[in-house]
């Protein structure tokens, strides 16, 4: 099946600074997604982003989907940014959502 | 617009019991998901329901299941509870799949098994 990897699993900012989060993904697929988990657990969809860039605030995403791989860019974090940031692919053939490990980011102020 | 929404926030039993969890899919998706976030195992897919039917299943024993109704809401059910079975239950639901679709994610369910 598909793998989706994502790095770094843990990542320490100050307020204020700027990230990458990367999501790379073993095989084509028809859909990706990023999500942000905060400390209740809510699953709060960041981006849907087959392929290309989109910009949405601090935060944007940029998919290339024939190289297999997406990125998170999270720009002037704040600490309301902290949680774990998920990537997942979709495959239309089995309807599952397939979720990276995630990456931790805690933003310290 | 009502998003994803999922009863009962929380849940307690005990070894053995059965827990059925709900999930009302945002108005006019048809398509509707369950996953499990279990402590250290991320996010793990359970069942797919669409059109009322059954469509794929997660590497889950049998005693987990469900059913979606005509209204498009659905039902998870575990029977024989296990404390393995302790975590935080996600629904899901999208438009319909072959557009491939965004999934969009309730609160959940966090179960707790005594």
């Known amino acids: 099946g598909i793998q989706v990897e994502q790095s770094p699993p843990d990542l320490i900012l100050q307020e204020g600074a700027n990230s990458t989060l990367r999501c790379n993904f073993s095989?084509?697929?028809?859909?990706l997604q990023w999500f942000h988990q905060n400390p209740w657990g809510q699953l709060i969809n960041l981006f849907y982003i087959p392929s290309g860039t989109k910009q949405n605030g601090r935060l944007s995403a940029t998919t290339v989907a024939t190289e297999r791989y997406s990125l998170l860019y999270i720009s002037s974090s704040q600490t309301t940014d902290s949680g774990v940031y998920f990537c997942a692919v979709f495959s239309s053939n089995t309807g599952k959502l397939i979720f990276g490990q995630g990456t931790t980011l805690q933003v310290k102020p | 617009e009502a998003g994803v929404t999922q009863s009962p926030t929380h849940l307690i039993k005990t070894r053995g019991q059965q827990a059925t969890l709900r999930c009302s899919p945002i108005s006019g998706h048809t398509s509707v998901y369950w996953y499990q976030q279990a402590l250290g195992l991320g996010l793990q897919f359970l069942l797919w329901y669409d059109e009322g039917e059954e469509r794929n299943r997660g590497n889950f024993p049998p005693r987990f299941s469900g059913r979606q109704f005509p209204n498009y809401s659905s039902e998870l059910n575990v029977n024989a509870l296990e404390l393995e079975d302790s975590a935080l239950y996600l629904c899901?639901?999208?438009?319909?799949?072959?557009?491939?679709?965004?999934?969009?994610f309730g609160d959940g369910t966090r179960l707790s098994i005594l």
């Open positions: 095989d084509s697929v028809n859909n």
């Open positions: 899901a639901s999208s438009a319909r799949v072959g557009r491939n679709q965004p999934q969009h």
